[in-house]
Every structure is written in structure tokens, then in C-alpha cells.
């Protein structure tokens, strides 16, 4: 899931997953803070990435998640 957020972030997911993932942040409040807090995250923690199976933090939104899953869905 962190590694769906980076590839969206860096626009290099698929056309169709990418348009899912908009529909959904639009109307998404939730997801739309989230992303921007990971956002901030990554560019605090860029020297210092360790890991590519780091767990989902907790404070991550259901939605986003079953969004995610949904954007995958269509690839
Ligand atoms: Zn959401």
C-alpha cells in the first residue's frame, strides 16, 4: 500500500488505477489529509527510508485502503 502511495505520488501508476484513485480522493476528505501527511512524511524521511515492508500505520483511513484495493482492482 505504501508502495501504491509512492507510485501515485511519482505518477507511474497504470492510467486506470490512477483515475480510481482520483475519483475517489475527491471526495475523500479522509484520504486527501492522509496522503498529504505522507507526503510531508516522505520528504522528512527520504535520507533515512529503511525498509519496503513497513506496516501500514494505523492512523491510515479504511477508505484508503479499500480504495487502493479498488484502483489495483482495475488495472
Ligand atoms: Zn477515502
Known amino acids: 500500500m505504501i508502495e ?3 507510485l501515485y505520488l ?3 501508476l497504470p492510467p ?3 483515475r480510481a484513485f482520483d475519483e475517489h480522493l475527491a471526495e475523500c ?3 486527501v489529509r ?6 510531508a512524511t516522505i520528504a522528512m524521511g ?4 529503511q525498509s519496503d515492508d513497513t506496516p501500514a500505520p494505523s492512523s491510515v483511513p479504511q477508505g484508503l485502503i479499500a480504495a487502493i484495493r479498488a484502483a489495483r482492482a482495475r488495472a
Open 46 to 49: 527520504r535520507v533515512a527510508l
Open 4 to 6: 501504491f502511495l509512492a
Open 10 to 12: 511519482d505518477g507511474e
Open 29 to 31: 476528505a479522509a484520504c
Open 34 to 39: 492522509y496522503l498529504n501527511s505522507y507526503k
Open 16 to 18: 486506470e488505477s490512477r
